[in-house]
T-cell receptor, first 112, second 112 residues
Framework: DTAVSQTPKYLVTQMGNDKSIKCEQNLGHDTMYWYKQDSKKFLKIMFSYNNKELIINETVPNRFSPKSPDKAHLNLHINSLELGDSAVYFC???????????FGEGSWLTVV | GDSVTQMEGPVTLSEEAFLTINCTYTATGYPSLFWYVQYPGEGLQLLLKATKADDKGSNKGFEATYRKETTSFHLEKGSVQVSDSAVYFCALNSGGYQKVTFGIGTKLQVIP
């Protein structure tokens, strides 16, 4: 069974469109994240939710809006997509402090 | 703030060679330290971790020792295989709300 699953895995879309990436974890974790990985493999945290509450919101354009309907889900909606949004977006989850983060397999977003 | 510095790749080794990927960190308090591995086209997976000074994490023949005096967590493997080709990320979590800081990632390529 997949622990952290995100969909879609691949997404190609035109500039200006709005798209969403969904994420679900079945590990019973209380914290979920969105990370962005650029073409040079640099990994940067975007958001973190703990028990559905936003606790980390890094400097991210407000075109990006996370939504956590419950502890097991954290979706990412992106408005007015730009070329620079092309990247791999990873959902992740964890439980407690100082412990392991479990990553999804990534969503490859290409904006054309 | 927290930071992780790891050697920039790519690192190219012949099969059965000895591997060292250096990682040093700056953090407040006593962080937990991690190595994650990302195989091509996949998400990040935890490779090993250490939660306190002098702890040694090990997995799949890889080892890293938490050295507080040198603020280092170097990754080593005695004999690499082609299947070890991947990107390796050093990371730390100094507590708080699970904000994990990642290094830039080091690409390892093992040739037969």
């Amino acid at each position: 069974d997949t622990a952290v699953s995100q969909t879609p895995k691949y997404l190609v879309t035109q500039m200006g469109n709005d798209k969403s990436i969904k994420c679900e974890q079945n590990l019973g974790h209380d914290t979920m994240y969105w990370y962005k990985q650029d073409s040079k493999k640099f990994l940067k945290i975007m958001f973190s939710y703990n028990n559905k509450e936003l606790i980390i919101n890094e400097t991210v354009p407000n075109r990006f809006s996370p939504k956590s309907p419950d502890k097991a889900h954290l979706n990412l909606h992106i408005n007015s997509l730009e070329l620079g949004d092309s990247a791999v977006y990873f959902c992740a989850s964890s439980h407690g402090q100082g412990v392991t983060i479990y990553f999804g397999e990534g969503s490859w977003l290409t904006v054309v | 703030g927290d930071s992780v510095t790891q050697m920039e790749g790519p690192v190219t080794l012949s099969e059965e060679a000895f591997l060292t990927i250096n990682c040093t960190y700056t953090a407040t308090g006593y962080p937990s330290l991690f190595w994650y591995v990302q195989y091509p086209g996949e998400g990040l997976q935890l490779l090993l971790k250490a939660t306190k000074a002098d702890d040694k994490g090990s997995n799949k023949g890889f080892e890293a020792t938490y050295r507080k005096e040198t603020t280092s967590f170097h990754l080593e493997k005695g004999s690499v295989q082609v299947s070890d080709s991947a990107v390796y990320f050093c990371a730390l979590n100094s507590g708080g709300y699970q904000k994990v800081t990642f290094g830039i990632g080091t690409k390892l390529q093992v040739i037969p």
